[in-house]
């Protein structure tokens, strides 16, 4: 089992960045897929961004592409999101995952771990 703790979120304008930051402890970080989630109350989970155990492969959500971007460090066991030019539709409670195997996946149903979350609010 792999423990997530994120970080980083808070209120910024639009137009603005914030750098999201997620912990792992436990199992090994550098064997899972790992990915950024964002929800919004009374609708359903959505997929940002997630990106492949080695680094080498992305994966973003149409809304987030070319503004977000997502990395990781091993070494640390973190993995971060980047967004810039925030928009008010980004403002969501933002949740990192990881899923087992090689592959990329942007289904809610493939991750296993979940951390509790961080809220990013975008004011216009």
């Known amino acids: 089992q792999v423990q997530l703790v994120e970080s980083g979120g808070g209120l910024v304008q639009a137009g603005g960045s914030l750098r999201l930051s997620c912990a792992a402890s436990?199992?090994?970080?550098?064997?899972?897929?790992m990915g950024w989630f964002r929800q919004n109350p009374g609708k359903e989970r959505e997929f940002v961004a997630a990106?492949?155990?080695?680094?080498?492969?992305?994966r973003y959500a149409d809304s987030v592409k070319g503004r977000f971007t997502i990395s990781r460090d091993n070494a640390k066991n973190t993995v971060y999101l980047q967004m810039n030019s925030l928009k008010p539709e980004d403002t969501a409670v933002y949740y990192c995952?990881?899923?087992?195997?090689?592959?990329?996946?942007?289904?809610?149903?493939?991750?296993?771990?979940w951390g509790q979350g961080t809220q990013v609010a975008v004011s216009s």
């Open positions: 995952a990881c899923a087992a195997g090689g592959v990329i996946t942007t289904s809610t149903k493939n991750f296993g771990s």
């Open positions: 436990g199992r090994t970080f550098s064997s899972y897929v």
């Open positions: 990106i492949s155990w080695t680094g080498a492969y992305t």
